[in-house]
């Protein structure tokens, strides 16, 4: 069982930045495809960015590329999410989730992918 603790959401002007940061537990955390997701009100779940178990490979979604940059710090079972240049149209709960199987799926865009998510972080962005 993996659990995943999201901090570092809050409020935030346009053009401003956040640094959203995810704890996980387990012991084989550098073997975890770990993301991030979110979900706007009234609008579908969207992948934002994903990082492999060692980080030597991330992808991130167009609407965030450029702006947003996913790392992790294996040494403290934590992945990151730093969100530079925010827009009013990034509010949304941001979810960081986990994939144990060891591989970085190609369906890394994929929600159904990852087994284990956390509760989930509140960013506004005002404009």
């Known amino acids: 069982q993996v659990q995943l603790v999201e901090s570092g959401g809050g409020l935030v002007q346009a053009g401003g930045s956040l640094r959203l940061s995810c704890a996980a537990s387990?012991?084989?955390?550098?073997?975890?495809?770990m993301a991030w997701f979110r979900q706007a009100p009234g609008k579908e779940r969207e992948f934002v960015a994903a990082?492999?178990?060692?980080?030597?490979?991330?992808d991130s979604a167009d609407s965030v590329k450029g702006r947003f940059t996913i790392s992790r710090d294996n040494a403290k079972n934590t992945v990151y999410l730093q969100m530079n240049s925010l827009k009013p149209e990034d509010t949304a709960v941001y979810y960081c989730?986990?994939?144990?199987?060891?591989?970085?799926?190609?369906?890394?865009?994929?929600?159904?992918?990852?087994?284990?998510w956390g509760q989930g972080t509140q960013v506004t962005v005002s404009s």
């Open positions: 989730v986990a994939d144990a199987s060891g591989y970085y799926s190609s369906y890394y865009y994929r929600g159904d992918e990852y087994e284990y």
């Open positions: 387990g012991r084989t955390f550098t073997s975890y495809t």
């Open positions: 990082i492999s178990g060692r980080g030597g490979r991330t």
